[in-house]
């Protein structure tokens, strides 16, 4: 079931690595789970400074395969809301980046020097970025 997901105040929230508030700031996870928060959904938390890509890509597998994430299979509808995995500036099948599908091709997330922004999941600049969707199941 989609809904429409408000998030127009997140934009411009700056990046803060392991930043949890839309006050001060927000790293990537932060903005899906308050994304998510939005939505009426619990997550769950972990933590992970933004350059330990190694931790950020083995929390992201273990929690993927556990029972909290299906994948969503090629051809099939993106929910909205869903995990979008991606890997930045890493080689191929690394996770180290996360953002949220919020519908009509769009999907939300946070950078370093431009902090919260929507960008298309279709932009040749993301295509190659993007390892997967996820559907929270809890």
């Given at each position: 079931m989609s809904k429409e997901i408000q998030y127009a105040d997140l934009i411009g929230v700056p990046f803060k690595n392991l930043g949890r508030d839309v006050k001060s700031g927000l790293d990537c996870y932060g903005l899906v789970v308050e994304i998510y928060r939005r939505c009426g959904k619990e997550i769950g938390e972990y933590y992970s400074d933004?350059?330990?890509?190694?931790?950020?890509n083995?929390?992201?597998?273990?929690?993927?395969?556990?029972?909290?994430?299906?994948?969503?299979?090629?051809?099939?509808?993106l929910p909205v809301p869903c995990l979008v995995a991606l890997r930045f500036?890493?080689?191929?099948?690394?996770?180290?980046?996360?953002g949220v599908y919020i519908?009509?091709?769009?999907?939300?997330?946070?950078?370093e020097k431009i902090g919260c922004c929507v960008d298309s999941?279709?932009?040749?600049?993301?295509?190659?970025?993007?390892?997967?969707f996820y559907e929270f199941v809890g």
């Open positions: 933004c350059s330990d890509k190694a931790r950020i083995a929390i992201l597998r273990r929690e993927v395969a556990t029972t909290k994430w299906r994948r969503i299979a090629e051809g099939e509808t500036n890493s080689l191929p099948g690394v996770v180290n980046h996360t519908g009509n091709g769009r999907f939300i997330h946070t950078r999941i279709t932009s040749i600049a993301w295509q190659k970025q993007i390892e997967g």
